[in-house]
């Protein structure tokens, strides 16, 4: 758990950086500084797709975000083997999205028999030591 939670927390950093990144780059194509009324609603979506893409590379590709490789932590099916599928991959997204800010997934874990996240139980995904 204490693994799984440090490596959240060093995600939320990298989510900053490429928040960051991705902000400048919207206010650049955008052409201006000032992001009021409806652009404001173009770079929320915007930045919500960057953060999908993000994922959803990283968990298809070799079920390792960064902070999961630095972690030793892998999503992988919830058999416990091979790789986790696209659309297994997209409920995780969108339920971690709406249950770890609330932190009733996380502490989800506390009462869960083996100690998963509520969205990897929801999304059929499993995290494992890599």
């Not at 960064?66 to 919830?78: E, P, Q």
């Not at 416990?80 to 339920?95: C, D, E, Q, S, T």
């Amino acid at each position: 758990m204490l693994r799984r939670l440090a490596s959240m927390l060093y995600e939320s950093i990298l989510l900053f950086a490429i928040a960051f990144l991705a902000t400048w780059l919207f206010q650049f194509a955008a052409g201006t500084l000032r992001i009021e009324g409806w652009r404001m609603h173009v770079l929320q979506l915007f930045l919500l797709t960057v953060f999908a893409s993000y994922f959803l590379w990283c968990w298809l590709r070799g079920g390792q975000t960064l902070a999961m490789k630095t972690w030793r932590i892998r999503l992988v099916a919830m058999n416990g083997h091979g790789r986790i599928a696209p659309k297994a991959a997209l409920l995780r997204f969108f339920f971690a999205l709406l249950l770890v800010p609330t932190t009733i997934g996380i502490f989800w874990a506390l009462v869960d028999r083996d100690r998963q996240f509520l969205h990897d139980r929801l999304a059929g995904s499993l995290l494992v030591k890599a």
